[in-house]
């Protein structure tokens, strides 16, 4: 009996930015933990035929961070942290994919991670979720859902800490947890998202 396939039809797919969310979680003031996300983003998928051998590529407006306070996200596009006139994109490009995980949806994606003009070898712990047509256009646009998970270290990528505080420890941990939950679709989403003045 054959089993039904899961994920996106092999093709260019590309990433929705009005369904995903790009989160990251950081320690902070030492015994805190902050949440935050990137609200701008594009990328594209090119789903292979052999899945091993997809493509993938994320980019994000390193000064669309935003954790929901706006002096503290003034302080984390400056110098000392992302410095995002100097490095406005962070970028993730696929180098490899494999199954991992528990179930025949889950895969690890590897890549290459750019954050701060630096690049580090990063594996999200990945699997497909479902898929569903588009619901404003159910006839023209089809979609895909993922969800994704991976810690990294800042000072992989020269990004500063904020120096010590002063009851011990470092303003910003280096260890950042990373959960991605990401809508392929079929079509690019660039026409629709300036017709609703939507910035990507």
Known sequence: MESTPVG??????????????????????????????????????????????????????????????????????SPDFLDVENHPELRFVSTGLEPGGRGRDAFRLHGDLTVHGTAAPVTLEARWVGEAPDYARPDDVHGHFFSAATRIRLSDHGVGDGGAVPWGGRMVGDEVDVVLEVRLQNQDPAPFLRQIGHES
Do not use: C
């Not at 493509?55 to 596009?77: F, I, P, Q, Y």
């Open 8 to 77: 996106p039809e092999p093709g260019l797919w590309h990433l929705d930015p009005l369904h995903s969310s790009l989160i990251f979680v950081a320690h902070y003031l030492r015994f805190g933990r902050v949440q935050g996300t990137f609200g701008r983003a594009r990328g594209r998928v090119l789903v292979a035929e052999d899945p091993a051998a997809s493509k993938a590529e994320v980019v994000m407006d390193a000064a669309s961070v935003n954790t929901g306070v706006g002096a503290r996200d003034a302080h984390l596009r």
